[in-house]
C-alpha cells in the first residue's frame, strides 16, 4: 500500500476540505482471548512477516503477483458529500461551459448531443464506474495502482500526469482570459458593446459591417490574434501574459497555503447565472428558430467520422478519464459508496451544465442571426433618421428613402460615399449588428463561448455588476479546477518520489512554474490557434491511448471474473454485471475505432484546418495547418506515452541479469497457520516482469493487496468453488476465517 498515511491534522483533500481518519469499516474484527492466545506463536505482528512469492494464473499467460490486501488499513477520508462535490465540481469545469458548446455548433447541434449520449453510455459512465472503483479498491494514487495491477505496464501512470500537465497548460490560459474581460469590465460602458472606430475605413474593413463588436473585441482586443498559426508566435501579448502571471502565482498560492474554495460555489454559482442568461435569451428576437438546432438531427453529421471523433474526444476530456485524477481521488472515499450512482450523478450532471450553457449560446446565435443582415440596415436607417430629425447628425448623413428595400451591400456602397467625419459619426450612432453576417456561418472557431456570454453579460440592466460577478465566477471555477488537476499530478509525485515526499511544499512550486514557462507560448499573437490545435487534437488522441491500455490491462490482462471477484471480497458487492460486459467486448473496440479515426484525420485528411481571424476584412477564414505545426504535435504526443513502453523495454534490457527462480507450491490454508514463513533457502528474487506468472492449479485463488505480507484476503473464486464449499464464500482474514454468503 502506500506507507503509514501522514497525520489527519496535516491534510486536506484537493480543494481544502480537511480530510478525516474512518476506521470502523475497515478495522479488522476482533478477537477473543482465545484466539489471540492461539495465534501467538504464529503472527508476531505486520512488521515481521515475510513478503510471499506465490504466482497465481492471468489470462494470456502474462505475469503478476499476488494481489494481497488484509484489512484495509486506516485510510485518510473526506465525507462522502464533500466527496461527490469535488467529483462533480471536477466534472463541470470549464470544458462543459466552453469546450461543448462550440462543437456543438460546429457539428450539427442536435446531432453531435444525440452521438456524444451514446459515447457518454457506452464509453464515459462505465469507465468513469472503472476508475472510481480502482481507486476505492486498492486505496492508491494512479501510478502505484498500475504497479499494482499490471507491473509491466507502471509507467502508464507517468504518462497520465503527463497528460494532466498538458490539459493544465492551456486550461490555464483559458483562465487568463476570463481575467482579461473581467478586468474590462469595470467601466460604465462594456467596451466589447461598441463599434470601434478604426483608421482608414472602409468597405472591407468596417468591423460593424463584417462581425458583431463582441466578435471583433475577442479577436482584436483580446487575443490580438495574428493572421496564422506560423505568424506572431516569438512575441507575446502583454495583457494575456500578467494574467497568466497571476493565474499560476494564484495557484501556487492556494495548493501551498492550502486556502479552501467552497466546491458549492464551483457547482451552483455558474448553473445560477446560466439559468438566468437562459431565461433572459429566450425572450430575443428569433431566439427559439436558433433552440430548435440543438434538438434537430441531421444524417449528414450523424454519419460524418469527425462528429464521432470529436464527441468521443470530449467524453474522456470533460470527464477526466485517463488523467489519473479520478483514480486518485476516488482512494478517499468512503467504504460502502454506490459507485454506479456515483459515476451517473457525476456525468448527469457533466451533460445538464453542458446542455445549458450552450442553449444559452445557441439563443444568442439566433439573436445575431435574425438582428443582422437586411434588419440590421433597416433599424440604423430608422436610427440615422430620428438622430437627424432631433438634430444630433447632420443631413448629409441622412441615407436614401429607398435603401431599405436594396441588398445590404448597397448601404455599404452609399457609407463608403460619405466623408470621412460623416463616417464616424454613422459608425458612432449604428447599433452593434453585423450587415454581412451569413446565418450559418458565424463564429466558427472555439471563441463562440467567450464571444456568447459577453453578449448575453449585456442583455442585463445594470450590465457591469453582471460581467463582473460572471467573469469572477468563471475565474474561481476555473481556478478550482485547475487546483483538482493539479493535485493529481503533485499527490502522486509525493508518493512515489521520496526526495519530493520530504518536501511536500517544493512539488506545487516546481509544477506551478513549469506550468507558467510552459504555457507562455499561448499568449503569442497565435497562442489561440496552439490552445485549439492541442485541445482538438493532441490531447484527445493521447487520452484516448492512456484509456484504451487501462481498459484493455484491466479486462483482459488483469481479467475481469478475478476483479469481480475480489471486489466482492473487499467490498462484500460484485461489479455490475452489464459493465464488466462492457469493459470487455465494447468499449475496448470501441476506444480503439475512435484511436484509428484520430490518426487517419490526423496525418491523412487533406482538409485539416483551423479557423483564424483576417483582421483586414474582419472576418473568420479557414487556414490549412503547416507540416511544422503537425510535427509539434507527433512530438509531443510521443513525449506523453513515451513512459508507457520504457518500463519493460528497462526491465527486457536488463532481463539477462536477473535471477529467474520458479515459485514454490502455494502452501494451504492449514499450513499458513503453523508456517511462520519461507525459509531463506527458499527465497530468490523475482523479475519484476516475471512476477505476474499464474499457475494453473492455482487459478481459482486470488489474494486482494494489503501491506503485510501475509495479511491478505484469501478467497476461491465462485466458479472454482466444489459443491461442498459453494454454500459458504470463506475468507481468511488475519489468521481468523470469516465465512460470508455467496449470492
Known amino acids: 500500500m502506500m506507507g503509514e498515511p501522514p497525520h489527519p491534522a496535516n491534510i486536506r483533500s484537493p480543494l481544502g476540505f480537511d480530510l478525516v481518519k474512518r476506521a470502523p469499516m475497515d478495522q479488522p474484527p476482533k478477537q477473543t482471548a482465545k484466539a489471540k492466545k492461539k495465534e501467538e506463536p504464529v503472527e508476531e505482528g505486520p512488521s515481521s512477516r515475510k513478503r510471499s512469492n506465490n504466482l497465481i494464473p492471468l489470462s494470456w499467460g502474462f505475469k503478476t503477483r499476488e494481489v494481497r490486501v488484509a484489512h484495509v488499513p486506516t485510510h485518510i477520508q473526506v465525507k462522502k458529500m464533500e466527496n461527490i462535490l469535488i467529483l462533480v465540481g471536477f466534472s463541470i469545469g470549464l470544458g462543459s461551459m466552453w469546450r461543448f458548446p462550440y462543437l456543438c455548433h460546429k457539428n450539427g447541434g442536435g446531432s453531435f448531443l444525440l452521438v456524444y449520449v451514446i459515447l457518454l453510455l457506452l464509453l464515459g459512465i462505465p469507465l468513469l464506474y472503472m476508475e472510481m472503483i480502482i481507486g476505492q479498491w486498492l486505496r492508491m494514487d494512479h501510478i502505484r495502482a498500475w504497479k499494482k495491477l499490471v507491473p509491466w505496464l507502471s509507467g502508464l501512470g507517468y504518462s497520465s500526469i503527463l497528460a494532466s500537465f498538458l490539459v493544465s497548460l492551456y486550461n490555464s490560459v483559458l483562465i487568463s482570459w476570463n481575467l482579461l474581460y473581467l478586468g474590462q469590465s469595470f467601466g460604465n460602458r462594456l467596451p466589447w458593446e461598441q463599434c470601434p472606430l478604426v483608421e482608414n475605413?472602409?468597405?472591407?474593413?468596417?468591423?460593424?459591417?463584417?462581425?458583431?463588436?463582441?466578435?471583433?473585441?475577442?479577436?482584436?482586443?483580446?487575443?490580438?490574434?495574428?493572421?496564422?498559426?506560423?505568424?506572431?508566435?516569438?512575441?507575446?501579448?502583454?495583457?494575456?501574459?500578467?494574467?497568466?502571471?497571476?493565474?499560476?502565482?494564484?495557484?501556487?498560492?492556494?495548493?501551498?497555503?492550502?486556502?479552501?474554495?467552497?466546491?458549492?460555489?464551483?457547482?451552483?454559482?455558474?448553473?445560477?447565472?446560466?439559468?438566468?442568461?437562459?431565461?433572459?435569451?429566450?425572450?430575443?428576437?428569433?431566439?427559439?428558430?436558433?433552440?430548435?438546432?440543438?434538438?434537430?438531427?441531421?444524417?449528414?453529421?450523424?454519419?460524418?467520422?469527425?462528429?464521432?471523433?470529436?464527441?468521443?474526444?470530449?467524453?474522456?476530456?470533460?470527464?477526466?478519464?485517463?488523467?489519473?485524477?479520478?483514480?486518485?481521488?476516488?482512494?478517499?472515499?468512503?467504504?460502502?459508496?454506490?459507485?454506479?450512482?456515483?459515476?451517473?450523478?457525476?456525468?448527469?450532471?457533466?451533460?445538464?451544465?453542458?446542455?445549458?450553457?450552450?442553449?444559452?449560446?445557441?439563443?444568442?446565435?439566433?439573436?445575431?442571426?435574425?438582428?443582422?443582415?437586411?434588419?440590421?440596415?433597416?433599424?440604423?436607417?430608422?436610427?440615422?433618421v430620428k438622430l437627424i430629425t432631433k438634430g444630433l447628425l447632420p443631413q448629409a448623413a441622412g441615407p436614401p428613402q429607398d435603401i431599405i428595400h436594396k441588398h445590404p451591400l448597397a448601404y455599404l456602397r452609399w457609407f463608403s460615399q460619405l466623408l470621412r467625419n460623416t463616417q464616424e459619426d454613422v459608425l458612432r450612432f449604428s447599433l452593434p449588428c453585423s450587415i454581412m453576417l451569413q446565418k450559418e456561418k458565424f463564429m466558427k472557431g472555439p471563441g463562440l463561448a467567450y464571444v456568447a456570454f459577453s453578449q448575453a453579460v449585456s442583455l442585463f440592466p445594470g450590465y457591469s455588476f453582471w460581467a463582473i460577478i460572471f467573469f469572477l465566477t468563471l475565474v474561481i471555477m476555473g481556478l478550482g479546477t485547475m487546483i483538482m488537476l493539479l493535485e493529481g499530478i503533485v499527490l502522486p509525485l509525493q508518493n512515489n518520489i521520496p526526495t519530493l515526499k520530504t518536501n511536500p511544499k517544493l512539488v506545487p512550486v516546481i509544477v506551478c512554474l513549469g506550468g507558467l514557462l510552459g504555457s507562455l507560448v499561448f499568449t503569442s499573437h497565435s497562442g489561440s490557434y496552439l490552445v485549439f490545435l492541442l485541445d482538438d487534437h493532441l490531447v484527445p488522441m493521447v487520452l484516448v491511448v492512456i484509456v484504451v491500455f487501462q481498459n484493455v490491462s484491466l479486462a483482459w490482462v488483469y481479467g475481469i471474473r478475478r476483479f469481480r471477484a475480489e471486489m466482492f471480497g473487499l467490498l462484500c458487492c460484485l461489479v455490475w454485471t452489464p459493465f464488466t460486459f462492457l469493459w470487455r467486448y465494447v468499449t475496448p473496440p470501441t476506444l480503439l475505432a475512435l484511436l484509428t479515426v484520430y490518426l487517419l484525420n490526423f496525418y491523412h485528411s487533406k482538409s485539416l484546418y483551423y479557423i483564424s481571424w483576417n483582421d483586414s476584412v474582419s472576418r473568420e477564414v479557414k487556414q490549412p495547418y503547416q507540416k511544422i505545426a503537425l510535427g509539434w504535435v507527433t512530438f509531443l504526443s510521443v513525449l506523453a506515452l513515451l513512459p508507457i513502453p520504457a518500463y519493460p523495454l528497462q526491465h527486457w534490457w536488463n532481463l539477462d541479469n536477473q535471477v529467474i527462480c520458479e515459485p514454490v507450491k502455494k502452501p494451504s490454508l492449514s499450513s499458513r497457520k503453523t508456517d511462520t514463513g519461507p525459509s531463506k533457502a527458499n527465497q530468490c528474487p523475482v523479475h519484476p516482469l516475471r512476477r505476474l506468472t499464474l499457475r494453473g492449479q492455482d487459478k481459482g485463488q486470488v489474494l486482494l493487496p494489503g501491506k503485510g505480507p501475509t495479511e491478505g484476503l484469501l478467497f476461491h473464486h465462485p466458479a472454482m468453488l466444489t459443491k461442498k464449499d459453494s454454500e459458504n464464500y470463506t475468507f481468511d482474514l488475519h489468521g481468523g476465517p470469516m465465512a460470508l454468503p455467496y449470492s
Open 201 to 384: 475605413i472602409s468597405v472591407t474593413d468596417g468591423p460593424c459591417f463584417r462581425a458583431v463588436p463582441h466578435q471583433y473585441f475577442w479577436y482584436h482586443n483580446t487575443l490580438q490574434a495574428s493572421k496564422q498559426v506560423e505568424d506572431g508566435i516569438e512575441m507575446l501579448v502583454l495583457s494575456i501574459t500578467l494574467c497568466l502571471i497571476a493565474t499560476w502565482v494564484s495557484l501556487c498560492v492556494l495548493m501551498v497555503i492550502r486556502i479552501k474554495i467552497s466546491v458549492l460555489v464551483l457547482i451552483f454559482s455558474p448553473c445560477v447565472f446560466l439559468v438566468c442568461f437562459f431565461i433572459r435569451s429566450l425572450f430575443l428576437q428569433g431566439a427559439m428558430a436558433s433552440l430548435k438546432r440543438l434538438v434537430t438531427t441531421e444524417l449528414s453529421f450523424l454519419s460524418s467520422l469527425d462528429t464521432w471523433r470529436q464527441a468521443g474526444g470530449h467524453v474522456l476530456y470533460t470527464l477526466g478519464l485517463g488523467m489519473g485524477a479520478i483514480i486518485t481521488f476516488s482512494s478517499y472515499q468512503t467504504r460502502g459508496d454506490n459507485y454506479l450512482k456515483l459515476a451517473s450523478i457525476v456525468a448527469g450532471a457533466n451533460l445538464v451544465t453542458s446542455l445549458l450553457s450552450t442553449a444559452v449560446i445557441f439563443l444568442v446565435l439566433g439573436f445575431w442571426k435574425t438582428s443582422s443582415g437586411s434588419r440590421c440596415v433597416e433599424k440604423n436607417v430608422s436610427n440615422l
